[in-house]
Protein backbone atom coordinates (compact mmCIF):
# COMPACT_ATOMS: atom_id res chain seq x y z
CA UNK A 1 0.00 0.00 0.00
CA UNK A 2 1.25 3.17 -0.91
CA UNK A 3 1.78 6.35 1.46
CA UNK A 4 -0.75 8.10 -0.01
CA UNK A 5 -3.43 5.16 0.59
CA UNK A 6 -2.46 4.80 4.05
CA UNK A 7 -2.69 8.32 5.41
CA UNK A 8 -6.03 8.70 3.54
CA UNK A 9 -7.35 5.55 4.59
CA UNK A 10 -7.03 6.09 8.07
CA UNK A 11 -9.37 8.74 8.40
CA UNK A 12 -12.78 8.05 10.00
CA UNK A 13 -13.76 11.43 9.96
CA UNK A 14 -17.00 13.13 12.78
CA UNK A 15 -19.80 12.03 13.64
CA UNK A 16 -22.54 12.76 11.68
CA UNK A 17 -25.28 13.41 14.61
CA UNK A 18 -23.19 16.05 15.86
CA UNK A 19 -26.26 19.19 16.65
CA UNK A 20 -25.40 22.42 16.67
CA UNK A 21 -26.07 24.71 20.22
CA UNK A 22 -26.67 27.70 18.35
CA UNK A 23 -30.35 27.99 18.74
CA UNK A 24 -32.59 30.72 18.99
CA UNK A 25 -33.98 32.24 22.11
CA UNK A 26 -37.09 33.86 22.36
CA UNK A 27 -37.30 37.77 21.70
CA UNK A 28 -37.98 39.48 24.88
CA UNK A 29 -37.50 43.05 24.24
CA UNK A 30 -40.10 45.67 23.33
CA UNK A 31 -41.67 44.95 19.93
CA UNK A 32 -40.25 47.56 16.96
CA UNK A 33 -42.51 50.33 16.38
CA UNK A 34 -44.08 50.24 13.04
CA UNK A 35 -42.60 52.54 10.15
CA UNK A 36 -44.63 55.15 8.39
CA UNK A 37 -44.53 54.29 4.92
CA UNK A 38 -45.20 57.79 3.60
CA UNK A 39 -42.64 59.49 5.84
CA UNK A 40 -40.17 56.32 4.44
CA UNK A 41 -40.71 57.68 0.90
CA UNK A 42 -40.61 61.20 1.47
CA UNK A 43 -37.45 60.45 2.57
CA UNK A 44 -35.93 58.39 -0.05
CA UNK A 45 -37.33 61.46 -2.40
CA UNK A 46 -35.63 63.87 -0.14
CA UNK A 47 -32.30 61.71 -0.01
CA UNK A 48 -31.85 61.02 -4.12
CA UNK A 49 -32.92 65.37 -4.22
CA UNK A 50 -30.28 66.15 -1.97
CA UNK A 51 -27.52 63.77 -3.88
CA UNK A 52 -27.26 61.10 -1.05
CA UNK A 53 -28.50 58.48 -3.06
CA UNK A 54 -27.97 57.53 -6.38
CA UNK A 55 -30.05 55.74 -8.91
CA UNK A 56 -28.35 52.96 -8.73
CA UNK A 57 -28.80 53.03 -5.08
CA UNK A 58 -32.23 53.34 -5.52
CA UNK A 59 -32.82 50.39 -7.24
CA UNK A 60 -31.25 48.62 -5.05
CA UNK A 61 -33.87 49.73 -2.03
CA UNK A 62 -36.34 48.82 -5.00
CA UNK A 63 -35.39 45.42 -5.27
CA UNK A 64 -35.01 44.06 -2.02
CA UNK A 65 -38.64 45.90 -1.48
CA UNK A 66 -39.59 43.85 -4.38
CA UNK A 67 -38.35 40.72 -2.77
CA UNK A 68 -39.93 41.50 0.42
CA UNK A 69 -43.56 41.81 -1.15
CA UNK A 70 -43.38 39.25 -3.95
Do not use: F, H
Not at 45 to 59: P, V
Request: net charge neutral; proline share 4%; aromatic share 6%.
Amino acid sequence: MSDLNTLSGGYKGGSPRVRSENSLKPYSGTSPKEIDANDLAARIKQWYTDGNLTKEGAQIVLDELNKIVS
